[in-house]
């Protein structure tokens, strides 16, 4: 998938994420994250956000997180919806 616009998922609310996600200043997939856990949870958050993006097929991107204590479940939830809408695809593959 190539991201052809900016797309945002989340919010700012206590259990969630807002993730956005744009095109690439560079080549790859930088995650900017941040977090009041990121010291314990850090590594495995961005860990699902670079697992979602590449199960999307998307190769060069910007990724930016504001994480509240989002679980791994929301995670992939948010980044998926900010990728597709950044891709502006609607052929969406939900898993159950």
Do not use: N
Request: hydrophobic content about 40%.
């Amino acid at each position: 998938m190539e991201i052809v616009t900016t797309g945002l998922a989340g919010t700012m609310e206590s259990s969630d994420i807002m993730v956005t996600v744009s095109k690439p200043t560079q080549a790859g997939i930088t995650i900017e994250l941040s977090s009041s856990v990121s010291k314990q949870f850090g590594k495995q958050i961005r860990g699902v956000i670079l697992e979602c993006a590449h199960k999307l097929g998307v190769m060069d991107a910007s990724i930016t997180a504001v994480d509240q204590g989002a679980l791994d479940c929301v995670i992939k939830a948010r980044v998926k919806t900010a990728i597709y809408r950044a891709c502006l695809s609607t052929d969406y593959k939900w898993e159950v």
